[in-house]
């Protein structure tokens, strides 16, 4: 793991579509409006993965508990050549279970955000300028997932990978307005949890680099699962 120390950051952001790229795609969430405001989050020192957590890793837990494998394993057994890619298709119940059996937690959105971004507010884990070489996304040209750790290059400030790109990760948190938002959304509530970090695989069809900041936010109902969801864990001190 890497330790996030304690003090402020700047989590979300005041972004607004001037461009029009909402309406171009079709979208049926506009970009920016549920990462509004900017906001100053205070968070105590934390620890998060330094990688998502992988095929093999899962595979201990899959034995240890007699849980069921993911359904992207073939006959219920991981290729083995893909031991070192993250493990995919489970839902974020598989996801909390396998935290709480490592001693550890799911990170909170507040938590996944500083681990990525750190405390200067950039757009990505490795700066404010969009470089699809620096980590697995929808336009690097890979079109599946890669070994975690690929991508020294896209580590965020305090040397976790694939924080972008690979697989999207799940989060503690339902997704809900931030406070003082004007945003209002049926997807609110305690019906879906967040998603960070965007994959390989964009969001539906599309690979806009806006899905890969560090600020933006998806979801998905808690029992789904996917192909490009994986998730890392975090833990307090002590």
Not at 4 to 10: D, Q, S, Y
Not at 93 to 105: G, P, S, T
Not at 144 to 166: C, F, Q, R
Not at 229 to 237: E, L
Request: hydrophobic share 30%; with cysteine.
């Amino acid at each position: 793991m890497v330790a996030v120390p304690a003090g402020e950051f700047l989590m979300g952001s005041n972004k607004i579509d001037t461009e029009g790229t909402s309406a171009e795609f079709g979208m049926r969430r506009p970009l920016f409006v549920d990462e509004h405001p900017e906001h100053k989050t205070n968070l105590s020192t934390y620890f998060i993965d330094q990688i998502e957590v992988t095929n093999a890793m899962y595979k201990l837990f899959i034995d240890a508990t007699q849980s069921l494998p993911p359904r992207a394993w073939p006959n219920g057994i991981f290729p083995a050549r893909r031991a070192s890619y993250p493990v995919t298709t489970i839902s974020w119940y598989d996801a909390d279970r396998y935290c709480k059996w490592v001693k550890k937690r799911l990170p909170t959105e507040a938590e996944w955000e500083k681990g990525a971004r750190g405390t200067d507010g950039r757009e990505y884990s490795w700066g404010s300028e969009y470089r699809k070489e620096f980590a697995n996304m929808g336009d690097s040209g890979i079109g599946d997932l890669t070994p975690v750790g690929s991508y020294e290059n896209g580590k965020s400030p305090y040397g976790a990978y694939d924080m972008i790109g690979n697989a999207w990760e799940w989060t503690s948190d339902w997704y809900q307005p931030y406070s003082g938002s004007d945003y209002k959304s049926e997807d609110f509530g305690e019906k879906n949890k967040v998603l960070r970090g965007g994959s390989f695989g964009g969001v539906g069809h599309y690979t806009l680099k806006h899905f890969y900041r560090t600020s933006y936010r998806f979801f998905s109902e808690p029992q789904s699962s996917f192909q490009d969801v994986g998730f890392r864990c975090a833990k307090s001190p002590g």
